[in-house]
């Protein structure tokens, strides 16, 4: 793992940003997966800024969603797609035919799993995959628990996913979690971990201890052989 220690969030932003246009340059049918949250939000902007000055860059770029909160209505402003929709997807013209994400409120929410699993066997593996650090280790929602899942499940959500930003503003909660499995996560050929903030240095600690364990996920990156960790300086302790 590449671990790359950044003064500013701006800083990690940038280089972030760089590495997926550089990605983008040499594979312009990239399949991007992407995370949701604080994380990733300026480097999506950043993305953005570069979409004005070299729009063709993204005319085959396609993006696959990393994890949705389930039972929330899919235009409700704390779901992962509308997150996707303002930061990325709109700004970057990804066309729903280039684009594939769990729906945040199915009938059946074993049947889209089902369907995205399909989806992503036929366009993928994930070129390269955006992550953010959870407070408790998560990827996604794979949460801590004695035991992983490799592919697209229903996720029970630990009461620490609910206090993240995104959940914690939501009048009705979410019920469960659909998310890409840790398999799913780590047949990507590349992988980007973005994370900053002086409240993940308990986490990041643990993280960087190298020692891989179920009850910290995001452990599993280490066995990955093309990993870069960007982190903020203030992350570590
Ligand atoms: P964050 O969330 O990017 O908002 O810190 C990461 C996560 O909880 O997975």
């Given at each position: 793992?590449?671990i790359d220690?950044r003064?500013?969030?701006?800083e990690l932003?940038?280089?972030?940003?760089?590495?997926i246009?550089q990605?983008?340059?040499k594979n312009?049918r990239l399949?991007?997966?992407?995370?949701t949250?604080?994380?990733?939000s300026?480097?999506?902007?950043?993305?953005?800024?570069?979409?004005q000055?070299?729009p063709k860059?993204f005319?085959?770029?396609?993006i696959?969603?990393?994890?949705e909160?389930?039972?929330?209505p899919m235009?409700?402003?704390s779901?992962?797609?509308?997150y996707?929709?303002?930061?990325l997807?709109?700004?970057?013209?990804?066309?729903?035919?280039?684009?594939?994400?769990?729906?945040?409120?199915p009938e059946d929410p074993?049947?889209?799993?089902q369907y995205?699993q399909?989806?992503?066997k036929?366009?993928?593996?994930?070129?390269?995959?955006?992550?953010?650090?959870?407070?408790?280790?998560h990827l996604a929602?794979n949460?801590?628990a004695?035991f992983l899942?490799?592919?697209?499940?229903?996720?029970e959500l630990t009461?620490?996913?609910l206090?993240h930003?995104m959940?914690?503003?939501?009048?009705?909660?979410p019920?469960y979690g659909l998310?890409?499995?840790?398999?799913d996560i780590?047949h990507?050929?590349?992988i980007?971990?973005l994370?900053?903030?002086i409240?993940?240095?308990?986490?990041v600690?643990k993280?960087?201890?190298?020692?891989i364990?179920?009850?910290v996920p995001?452990s599993?990156l280490w066995?990955h052989?093309?990993?870069?960790c960007l982190i903020?300086?203030?992350?570590?302790e």
């Amino acid at each position: 793992m590449e671990i790359d220690i950044r003064n500013t969030y701006e800083e990690l932003s940038q280089r972030a940003k760089d590495i997926i246009i550089q990605e983008i340059k040499k594979n312009e049918r990239l399949l991007l997966c992407t995370a949701t949250g604080g994380s990733p939000s300026e480097t999506y902007h950043m993305l953005g800024n570069e979409y004005q000055k070299q729009p063709k860059l993204f005319d085959e770029l396609r993006i696959i969603k990393l994890d949705e909160w389930g039972g929330m209505p899919m235009d409700h402003p704390s779901t992962c797609e509308s997150y996707l929709q303002a930061h990325l997807l709109q700004p970057l013209h990804i066309s729903a035919s280039r684009y594939i994400g769990f729906n945040s409120d199915p009938e059946d929410p074993l049947i889209e799993c089902q369907y995205i699993q399909e989806k992503l066997k036929r366009e993928g593996p994930i070129d390269l995959c955006i992550l953010g650090l959870g407070m408790n280790g998560h990827l996604a929602f794979n949460e801590p628990a004695d035991f992983l899942h490799p592919n697209c499940h229903i996720a029970e959500l630990t009461e620490e996913s609910l206090q993240h930003p995104m959940a914690y503003e939501m009048s009705v909660k979410p019920t469960y979690g659909l998310t890409l499995g840790m398999a799913d996560i780590l047949h990507a050929k590349m992988i980007l971990i973005l994370i900053g903030g002086i409240h993940k240095r308990p986490i990041v600690g643990k993280f960087l201890s190298q020692r891989i364990t179920s009850l910290v996920p995001a452990s599993f990156l280490w066995l990955h052989p093309n990993v870069v960790c960007l982190i903020e300086k203030n992350a570590i302790e």
